[in-house]
């Protein structure tokens, strides 16, 4: 590992003025889990690494009733896992912070850093996705807000734009009508390992709940970035849920996986994970929907 400057800094003002001084030189610090590991193997070899956690509020979690949830880039992944107000109103970010690495890592790891490192197989992301978050991007010139599937560029890109630094994530509230979630992962591992398929499913319905009103189904791991399987989608939207729908969606999803084969699983084998997570994740999904329960 080449030598670098550490900066902490107490203000987002003093942040902004380092990026723009160091440039491509300079790299945020988050966690670190991901950063410093590629740092020690020869990845990447910044000058200069800005630490922002003693900047206030970016470890923040705020609820407001009109506008959802706002979760800060520095929240640790473990906080999302345990916070009883992520838990009770939006259970899918829990489930799917319980399933990144070991319990050591989640203590240490934030969000902001599973997103930023952009990694296909980032667990945070389909949940988020399938919640319909934003990206606040900010830097001296103001701020602006990014729909979280359009946060990603490519494997180990994201759309920070030079001198922006990612803020916070904000989460919509849930839809009014009867709604249901699930989030799952399969890796070739039970804990500790990369997903080989990530799948997140937020569903709504109709009155009755019978027909689906609204569903989104958020991938992971089986393209360059996290995605949303709207084939599949439109197949369910306005249709009586039932065993059959559901396959025939499940079917649609592994079509529109685009899966590398990789050291941990072929592409084959990815985009047949594919259909049958899909078909849980939505299984469970309705399941959830009907019984009342909007935590995953």
């Known amino acids: ?27 945020i610090l988050a966690g ?47 906080t999302l896992e345990t916070d009883p107000l992520v838990k009770e109103k939006f259970g899918i970010i829990s489930q799917a912070a319980s399933s990144l690495g070991s319990y ?10 599973n997103l930023c490192n952009a990694s296909p197989a980032a667990d945070m992301v389909p949940a988020l996705i399938s919640l319909g978050a934003k990206a606040k991007l900010s830097c001296r010139n103001g701020d602006r807000f990014l729909p979280l599937e359009d946060f990603f560029a490519g494997p180990g890109r994201n759309r920070l734009r030079p001198g922006e630094i990612l ?28 997903a080989v398929v990530g799948v997140a499913v937020a569903f709504s319905s109709d009155s009755r709940r019978e027909k689906c009103a609204d569903v989104k189904i958020a991938l992971g791991a089986v393209g360059p970035v ?11 939207r306005g249709e009586r849920v039932d065993e059959d729908l559901i396959s025939q969606a499940a079917f649609r999803a592994a079509g529109e996986a685009q899966p590398i084969s990789d050291i941990r699983a072929s592409g084959e084998y990815r985009r047949e994970m594919v259909r049958v997570l899909t078909h849980r994740a939505l299984k469970q999904a309705w399941m959830n929907l009907l019984r009342g329960r909007t935590p995953a």
Request: proline share 7%; net charge positive.
């Open 167 to 194: 803020i916070d994530v904000q989460v919509p509230n849930p839809p009014p009508a009867p709604a249901g979630f699930h989030h799952t992962k399969h890796s070739t591992r039970k804990a500790m390992d990369l």
């Open 104 to 113: 050591q890592v989640r203590c240490r790891a934030t969000l902001g850093g």
């Open 226 to 236: 996290p995605f949303r399987a709207t084939g599949a989608e439109n197949r369910l």
């Open 1 to 27: 590992m080449r030598t670098f400057e550490y900066r902490k800094v107490s203000t987002l003002e003093e942040a902004f003025h380092l990026l723009e001084t160091h440039g491509r030189e300079a790299r």
């Open 32 to 78: 670190g889990t991901d950063l410093l590991v590629q740092m020690r193997h020869g990845l990447l070899g910044p000058k200069i690494l800005i630490d922002l956690k003693g900047v206030p509020g970016l470890d923040e979690i705020r609820y407001e009733a009109p506008t959802g949830l706002r979760l800060g880039a520095l929240t640790l992944i473990h």
